[in-house]
């Protein structure tokens, strides 16, 4: 079986695999393919944006809810600014979650087995509406604080012309591990409450 179809099977399944051999130039084709069958398979619902370059988000991976499923067993949290693109213009923004997760069973691996697993692409919650000056927010999560921050980006250049859907634009606080049944909250000048699952 292709690499890339192993992780599409563990995609699917929700369920992580070892790590399997990877060489550095083979990430970009193995992530290539990896990101057709999911944009196949569920189409196309957006972008992440990270350090480590840009993911494929697919439809069913974004959610309004207020209540998010996690799929795999190693979840982290990321507080960001979620851009609504339409020909790679940005047309809305967004107080968001983005909850990524590796196919693999763990999250220390080098950087191009995380190239190759579409960025760890797993949920992005999209909150309210926030228009810019964005301001600061605080992280809690069962009540606890976890810390604070503020984007420092301006989401018009982050975004690329091909771009569509949602796009997720990098993280401003986290990431932080997070698991089932921990309840989310971020408050700022808007403010976000969810229920992990």
């Not at 890339?4 to 990877?22: G, M, N, Q, T, V």
């Amino acid at each position: 079986m292709k690499k890339a179809e192993l992780l599409f099977d563990a995609y699917k399944s929700r369920k992580e695999i070892e790590p399997f051999p990877l060489a550095e130039d083979e990430a970009k084709k193995v992530k290539d393919e990896f990101v057709e069958m999911l944009i196949n398979s569920e189409g196309l619902g957006g972008y992440k944006l990270s350090a480590f370059g840009e993911g494929v988000l697919t439809k069913p991976m974004i959610t309004r809810e207020n209540i998010v499923e996690l799929w795999f067993r190693n979840h982290k949290l990321e507080v960001e600014i979620v851009a609504l693109v339409k020909n790679g213009e940005v047309k809305r923004t967004f107080l968001g979650l983005e909850i990524p997760a590796p196919r693999f069973t763990t999250w220390d691996l080098p950087q191009h087995y995380i190239i190759a697993d579409d960025i760890f692409a797993a949920r992005l919650h999209v909150g309210p509406e926030i228009d810019p000056p964005f301001g600061s927010f605080k992280l809690y999560i069962n009540d606890r604080f976890i810390g604070d921050g503020e984007p420092k980006y301006k989401p018009e250049e982050k975004v690329r012309e091909y771009m569509e859907g949602y796009v997720s634009l990098g993280v401003f606080i986290g990431p932080i591990s997070v698991k089932r049944r921990d309840k989310i909250r971020v408050e700022g000048k808007k403010s976000i409450s969810v229920s992990l699952i």
